[in-house]
């Protein structure tokens, strides 16, 4: 076995155990989270549910990818998953890489539009169970329970699902829907629309060469919210500093392709902004509340 097929290998098993291990800690405690009568294997399921939906969403969102760069031939790496399992995700999620340059527009959009979209076609139905599957308690705020800043869907689905929250109350937390909690960051999250993320290929491919002055100033724009937010207006603004720091590593201009000219046509062009359109319902600014 080669070293570009093992490495990714390795990594593969060590995230689904880091998924596992960090699982555990999203079993289902209710409201006041204090875990009496869980037991061992309580644990172990609770880890294997969570790292089984989080694993099928990141592998859904990364062989959407690697799939259509085999298609177009493309040269690409396998997916590389990375393991974390000192945060609450147990992931920082996966990258392929791929040699800029060799796609066209429309094949660049094709690679980057399948990611997200498969990701979700996962992400979703997985929100819907880990709903079906949660109540509303009455939250304590002394409660060692997790509180998740919910983006826009999440909170349609909750609330047409198990209905409206009343004054101190709050849906809660199980595996599966910690999973699919995830699912929805990790996309809209990627569709920042800003360097190589899967939101800046879009952006290029839709807008060519006008997609990196864009990319810049919303860059602009997210650093003053972190440094001035984070003075002034809520601390925890401060996490996405790492992020930021980043990007702005990696660049946030993006690269020609192999042919800008070459058109993508109206289909692929309203599926590139509605996929973008997905971002402002997917993202929360303060993921953890506290």
């Known amino acids: 076995m080669s070293r570009a ?9 060590a995230t689904w155990f880091s998924t596992w291990w960090v699982g ?3 079993i289902d405690l209710g409201a006041g ?3 009496r009568g869980v037991t061992p294997t309580d644990l172990f399921w609770a880890g294997l549910q969570y790292a089984a939906a989080v694993m099928a969403i990141l592998t859904a969102h990364e062989l959407g990818h690697y799939f259509q760069s085999l298609r177009y031939r493309i040269p690409a790496t396998l997916p590389v998953f990375i393991p974390m399992p000192f ?3 147990g992931t920082m999620g996966a990258i392929i890489f791929q040699r800029p340059g ?7 959009f094709d690679v980057a539009v399948s990611g997200p979209l498969a990701g979700l076609v996962v992400t979703i139905p997985l929100c819907v169970y880990g709903l079906m599957q949660s109540r509303i308690e009455a939250f304590l705020p002394t409660a060692d329970a997790v509180r998740l800043g919910d983006p826009l869907i999440l909170k349609w689905f909750a609330a047409a699902i198990l209905g409206p929250l009343g004054p101190n109350e709050d849906y809660i937390l199980n595996p599966v829907l910690m999973a699919g909690w995830v699912g929805l960051f990790i996309t809209a999250l990627n569709l920042f629309p800003v360097g190589q993320l899967d939101g800046g290929h879009l952006l290029y491919c839709l807008l060519g060469r006008r997609a990196n002055v864009i990319s810049r100033r919303l860059f602009a724009g ?3 919210i972190v440094v001035l937010g984070g003075l002034f ?3 925890r603004l401060w996490a996405w500093s790492v992020m930021v720091l980043l990007v702005g590593m990696t660049g946030t201009g993006h690269p020609p392709t192999a042919n800008d000219r070459e058109p993508l046509g109206t289909v692929r062009t309203a599926l590139g902004w509605l996929t973008l359109a997905f971002l402002p319902l997917g993202f929360t600014p303060i993921p953890f509340l506290g």
């Open 5 to 13: 097929t093992l490495i990714p290998l390795l990594l593969y098993v």
């Open 24 to 26: 555990r800690m999203h």
């Open 33 to 35: 989270g204090t875990g």
């Open 87 to 89: 945060n609450p995700f």
């Open 102 to 108: 060799v796609a066209t527009r429309r094949q660049l």
């Open 222 to 224: 997210v650093l003053a």
């Open 233 to 235: 207006v809520d601390e």
